[in-house]
Nanobody, 120 residues
């Protein structure tokens, strides 16, 4: 199982970015897949999750209404669309996956992380 995160970069406040998490070794939908982030000096926090089956989505409180997680089964990829970015969104973003119904900090498989920097 491998997860390849990409799409990070440097943007100005209020702009958008879309992160991608390409999965291999399993089929998206058979695992819960989540996005997490870790800012300098802070603990890792959950950002968004698609549980196994891909029917529902869940978001951390600080991103609700601005970020959208989605999956594309044809590309076996999960996306995180991030809109109206603020400096507080600056962090390394990771995608993670595990069998089971939900996302949690100790998920089994992790991508390498992609850096998002938001500045004014």
């Amino acid at each position: 199982v491998q997860l390849q995160a990409s799409g990070g970069g440097s943007v100005q406040t209020g702009r958008s970015l879309r992160l991608s998490c390409a999965a291999s070794g399993f089929t998206v939908g058979t695992h819960a897949i989540g996005w997490f982030r870790q800012a300098p000096g802070k603990e890792r926090e959950g950002v968004a999750c698609i549980p196994t089956g891909g029917i529902s989505t869940y978001y951390g409180g600080s991103v609700k209404g601005r970020f959208t997680i989605s999956s594309d089964s044809a590309k076996n990829t999960v996306y995180l669309q991030m809109n109206n970015l603020t400096a507080e969104d600056t962090a390394v973003y990771f995608c993670a996956a595990d069998r089971g119904l939900r996302c949690y900090p100790g998920m089994r498989y992790w991508g390498q992380g992609t850096l998002v920097t938001v500045s004014s």
